[in-house]
């Protein structure tokens, strides 16, 4: 009986499959080997494509007449720094005792690719061929996946599209970098004082370019317009008592102040606390759908504002007291004047907001104060659940870990690489946030290796004795729908021994895993809220309470690595709204007696100014995220549900794809903060690309290709159908750009933008 062959992508790997036999192995040059079985790896990639000079010398140089480059057949090659290791796993290949191979790259398109190249150089017939397809290294997986091994042909739709893939890339890359560089690259370097200039495009990588500069340009060209916000103080009834909580004083953020009208001792009773509340224009207001609005609760023009006070500030035949000093003049004209006259809201140059001293409104006199009568039109009081996130995929994670550690996509990938070779973690290039329902039915066993982990060991241990993860299967966590190869990353259980000899930075990124996994089995985070609506005059004013009645799952989500844990939770996809109220348990206490159409009191009426705020920069994790959700950019509706779950690039690949774009100084990549601008360089080259092949900066060519791809694999077009379509594309863009104007009508573009980078 013949031998069998493993061969994995790595060494490192390569070892942990040859562990599992249990067997007697002896080291050699590239390989070990036992009785039974022979275990070899790859070092990535061990060919590559030829370049254009390789099918004829006349390539070498880049010229018009050579465009575009399309060979009939495609050739390929060794690659020199690991021609030793090629040879050394091509002789195993193709050995004589060699009777079965398994296939143990990494369980995807590209893992795929590095074998079917590396097959198709050694020139091996005659094999039982079988793919091991596994989703993580630890020692079950490994051989459930060796049991359950495949015929490798039943990959072969994988294989087309990863060679399709990088046909599309190299094809691109050559003939629009080439074609570009021709026409444009003496006025760049011109422009630039250089010697010469390449201009590098490729498929995914310049439509990410796009990205950033569009961005980088929304926030140049954005022109911040002032708003004028209404607000109003409204002091409880006579009598009214409410306890205030000692954490909720003035200045704590909360939309409740204490003001010096009660005792102010914190505990204890109050009579006429203050609430703060905001004019909105809902419907039934004068002003709703008004063009003077900003929006809602925003006027475009400070005297508007003061006009909608004027317009509220006194109730028409409404009753003056007694003690009212008769001769004051009430009517909205004399109190618009009384708003002329010096008391005005500040105007503040920064996006925080900053108000007057407060209008006082005359109406009824009470201690010898003057107040605006209002009635309470509703509140509201509910319960408001908030469930665990889903799962991580690689993209979510690669966000987390560029907002909590500032590293970048291409160091989290090595990070989580790391984790999952030490068996700690499953694959980690995945696109899916959800689990298997395989995996759903056996995951106390994932639950119970976390035990051996002392951070969560209570928390795993109250999963495991409440059974809680019973069920799961059942829920939005499961779903295999929503998994193409391989589901969400999470902690296997396993291989935590190995953590002892890792840095701080691996045992971080860990455990963000780890609590995002055990999260998904406790119960929501429950809050309570409460929201107060008061009309006055058919306006409304509104005032809204929440604070965190149960944490539920975010009790597990302070991070041993937050510097403030008690703020860890506000991480978890809170709102900058509820960071705002999250704690305002006051507001609920305080209307506790209060009913539809009670008497309440405004103290003032204040006008508060605020600025719209461009657009945010995307820092290295957000660009990821954007990357994977491309497809929200994409007007076409056909095209954009086709690839709503693709976006651009692959989780393998958009980290790669960022590097890239720093390498060439196209991008600048601050390091400390992970924020992303554009260089001079990037944006010519996104002015040149705009003149010449614009679809290449534009989501919706990208997410085409990636469709297409898709359905390669799938098996819905075939791989020729996809050559033809890229042919006639190349053929195309590269024939329009060859007829083109040189573009020196290109330098006053240039010079417009260059002028940010002096």
Request: hydrophobic letters at 35%; a negative charge.
């Amino acid at each position: 009986m013949g031998k069998k062959l493993f061969i994995a992508e790595k060494p490192s790997v390569a070892r942990e499959f040859a562990k599992v036999f249990h067997e007697k192995m002896s080291n050699h040059d590239g390989y070990i080997e036992s009785e039974n079985l022979v275990v070899t790896w790859c070092v990535g990639h061990l060919v590559t494509m030829s370049y254009p000079d390789v099918y004829d010398e006349k390539y070498k140089k880049w010229r018009m007449e050579t465009l575009p480059f399309i060979p009939q057949e495609f050739k390929y090659e060794v690659i020199p720094d690991v021609k030793k290791q090629f040879d050394i796993v091509s002789g195993l290949l193709n050995r004589e005792d060699v009777e079965r191979i398994y296939v143990c790259t990494d369980s995807g398109r590209e893992g795929e690719y590095i074998y079917r190249l590396v097959h198709q150089l050694a020139d091996v017939h005659g094999k039982d061929e079988r793919r091991v397809w596994i989703d993580s290294q630890t020692e079950d997986e490994i051989k459930r996946g060796i049991k359950d091994a495949k015929p490798e042909s039943e990959y072969d739709n994988v294989s087309a599209a990863a060679y399709l893939r990088a046909k599309e890339d190299y094809l691109m890359g050559i003939n629009f970098s080439r074609v570009l560089s021709i026409k444009f690259g003496n006025t760049m370097a011109n422009f630039l004082h250089k010697k010469y200039c390449v201009i590098s495009v490729g498929r995914v990588m310049t439509c990410v370019l796009g990205m950033v500069v569009r961005r980088e340009r929304e926030i140049r060209d954005f022109t911040k317009i002032p708003f004028y916000r209404v607000t109003g103080s409204i002091l409880l009834p006579d009598g009214s008592e409410a306890i205030i909580p000692t954490d909720n004083h003035a200045g704590d953020g909360s939309n409740v102040d204490v003001d010096a009208v009660g005792n102010g001792s914190g505990d204890g009773k109050i009579s006429g606390a203050l609430i703060d509340t905001e004019w909105k224009a809902k419907e039934g207001s004068k002003y709703f759908n008004s063009p003077l609005l900003y929006k809602e609760n925003g006027f475009k023009e400070e005297r508007d504002a003061k006009g909608l006070i004027s317009y509220i500030g006194v109730k028409p035949g409404q009753i003056v007291s007694e003690d009212q000093d008769a001769s004051t003049d009430t009517s909205p004209e004399a109190l618009k004047k009384v708003d002329d006259t010096g008391n005005t809201p500040e105007i503040t140059e920064d996006h925080s907001t900053k108000s007057s001293e407060g209008i006082d409104i005359t109406g009824l006199t009470r201690e010898n104060e003057t107040f605006l009568q209002g009635e309470v039109d509703s509140i509201t009081k509910k319960t408001e659940k908030k469930n665990p996130p889903l799962l991580y995929n690689l993209a979510e994670i690669q966000n987390e870990c560029s907002k909590f550690f500032k590293i970048s996509p291409d160091q989290t990938l090595n990070v989580i690489q790391e984790l999952y070779e030490k068996k700690l973690v499953t694959y980690p290039r995945t696109d899916a946030r959800v689990l298997s329902t395989a995996v759903a039915k056996e995951i106390d066993k994932n639950i119970r290796g976390l035990t051996n982990l002392p951070m969560l060991k209570s928390a795993a241990e109250y999963i495991l004795n409440k059974e809680m993860y019973n069920g799961i299967e059942k829920t939005k966590y499961t779903d295999d729908k929503k998994i193409t190869d391989h589901y969400a990353i999470i902690p296997t259980g396993q291989g935590i021994g190995a953590l002892k000899g890792m840095n701080q930075r691996s045992i971080n990124v860990y455990e963000l895993i780890c609590r995002r996994f055990l999260a998904i089995f406790l119960s929501p985070a429950e809050y309570a809220k409460t929201s107060l609506v008061v009309s006055v005059n058919g306006e409304c004013f509104y005032a809204n309470g929440k604070f965190l009645k149960s944490p539920g799952y975010l009790g597990l989500m302070e991070y041993s690595f937050s510097k403030k844990n008690s703020g860890t939770a506000k991480a978890e996809n809170t709102s900058s709204e509820e960071d705002s109220t999250e704690n305002n348990e006051a507001l609920g206490t305080l209307v506790s007696k209060l009913k539809k159409g009670d008497t309440v009191y405004f103290k003032h009426l204040d006008i508060k100014e605020g600025e719209t705020s461009p657009p945010k920069r995307y820092n290295s994790g957000s660009l990821i995220l954007a990357m994977e959700n491309a497809g929200q950019l994409i007007e076409d509706e056909e095209l954009r549900e086709l690839i709503k779950s693709q976006g651009i690039g692959t989780s393998a690949t958009r980290a790669e794809i960022l590097k890239k774009l720093v390498r060439n100084k196209y991008l600048n990549l601050n390091k400390k903060t992970q924020i992303l601008t554009p260089t001079l360089d990037g944006e010519i080259i996104f002015d040149i690309v705009s003149y010449s092949i614009a679809s290449l900066l534009n989501a919706d060519l990208t997410a085409s290709w990636e469709k297409g791809l898709a359905m390669v694999e799938n098996g819905e077009i075939t791989p020729d159908e996809y050559m033809d379509k890229l042919k006639k594309f190349i053929n195309q863009k590269t024939n329009k750009v060859k007829d083109m104007y040189s573009g020196s009508n290109l330098n006053a573009i240039f010079r417009k933008n260059a002028e940010y980078y002096n």
